[in-house]
């Protein structure tokens, strides 16, 4: 199999995304499916829970520049919560609300907060997969089962993973409705700004988990064994360490590269780790940020910045480090526009990536975004942890939680 032939999927078809492009956009490489016990394809969708995903949806709409694509709620039959479907590129979120007080999505928000409840997945063969994940001993939340409305049948079932998290499995290749059955077709009113690109980012690179102390290999083991993910990275020890605070992280992915899970444990240290106030303010594990790929992280920080978005500040002393201008060499733009935007910059063998992290998206210190340009890199930015997490220790101690 060669890079080329690598099968889109429809979503991808649909964002007029080219393989190519997503070789450099996710770090796409060539996976044979017929060797695979549980052969994941690409992230379906990211689930939240929102303790109003009306507004979150505008939010979504128009600082992050996204499109509502579907919607279900009261008015569709779903009496107990509204959902929100929407798309930039390949990356799909779906919002979750309560209506009704007794739904169980207003009882996760009380404890948890704004957040993501299901990294639901895209396989082959759901009945395949989970057949495989029940002999290797994980919980089976739902039993594959069809839902059929006139667009055709999707095939769903869900496995529980770390804290409250799950993953939905789905087999859309039958379908052809706005998202799953029961929603229905919606689009936002919402006008850009004049001159703001149209689109901010293109695919979801990955979707980061906290786990508690002790716990972190356990899931390594877990998506090894389960799902069937090799480990692609691995940082202990001092990897992630600064005077105060330390953790460790390792990353497993599905076999195209596609799905990528960097799980992260806090590690002993004099003051309370990032990790470790996750966990407090988040009530036990769960998905702590996503990385957005785009391929113009300078025009896409700027539209974001324009419309009020937080990003931890960079100080000048990073850029003016004569190592890494050593290290790094000649990326796209001059160091000097990096540092005026407080983008990171990182190279290892295989060439080099742009990233930047916003402050966290609610009043909990939880959830954040990433936003992400890779040149070659499959790498997760190892060379910026040190600069990275001092960074998130000011925000810490500024809020009080160091």
């Known amino acids: 199999m060669t890079i080329s032939d690598i099968r889109l999927t429809p979503r991808e078809v649909a964002a007029h995304l080219e393989t190519d492009e997503l070789r ?20 379906d969708a990211v689930v939240f829970a929102c303790g109003n995903a009306t507004q979150s949806m505008q939010y979504f709409v128009s600082t992050w520049g996204m499109t509502l694509v579907a919607y279900a709620g009261p008015e569709t039959g779903q009496r107990s919560h509204k959902s929100f479907v929407l798309e930039s590129g390949s990356a799909r979120f779906v919002l979750h609300g309560a209506v009704d007080p007794k739904c169980p999505l207003a009882d996760h928000h009380r404890a948890h907060g704004d957040g993501v409840v299901d990294l639901a997945m895209e396989v082959l063969d759901v009945d395949r997969c989970i057949a495989h994940a029940r002999s290797q001993g994980a919980t089976i ?47 936002s009113g919402f006008a850009a700004r004049p001159g703001k690109p149209e689109r901010l980012f293109q695919a979801l690179d990955h979707a ?6 002790g716990r972190m290999d356990h899931w390594v083991r877990f998506y090894n064994r389960v799902m069937g993910f090799t480990n692609m990275a691995e940082f202990v020890g001092d990897d992630i360490a600064t005077e105060y605070s330390a953790l460790m992280s390792k990353v497993v992915a599905n076999g195209n590269h596609r799905v990528k899970f960097p799980l992260n444990e806090p ?38 910045r324009a419309e009020g978005v937080e990003f931890l500040k960079t100080p000048d002393a990073y850029y003016e480090d004569p190592q890494l201008r050593a290290r790094i060499g000649t990326v796209r ?3 000097e526009e990096l540092q005026k935007r407080g983008i990171l910059v990182d190279r290892d063998e295989d060439g080099y990536l742009l990233q ?23 790498g997760f930015g190892a060379g910026n942890f040190q600069a990275l997490f001092e960074s998130i220790e000011r925000e810490q101690a500024a809020r009080g939680n160091l």
């Open 24 to 43: 450099q956009l996710v770090g796409l490489v060539e996976h044979d499916d017929a060797s695979d016990p549980f052969p994941v394809v690409a992230m």
């Open 141 to 187: 939340l739902e039993d594959p089962r069809d839902v059929t409305d006139q667009f055709g049948t999707v095939r769903l079932a869900a496995i529980a993973t770390y804290g409250s998290t799950r993953h939905t499995i789905v087999d859309r290749s039958r379908y052809d409705g706005p998202y799953l059955p029961g929603f229905v077709a919606r689009s």
């Open 208 to 213: 980061v988990g906290n786990v508690e102390m």
């Open 267 to 304: 590690a002993v240290g004099k003051k309370k780790s990032q990790i470790d106030e996750y966990l407090d303010f988040y009530g036990g594990p769960g998905c702590q940020h996503l990385a957005l790929a785009t391929g113009d992280i300078l025009a896409t920080v700027d539209a974001l």
């Open 333 to 335: 733009v001059p160091v």
């Open 356 to 378: 930047i992290f916003t402050t966290p998206l609610g009043d909990r210190p939880t959830i954040f975004f990433e936003l992400i340009e890779r040149h070659g890199s499959l």
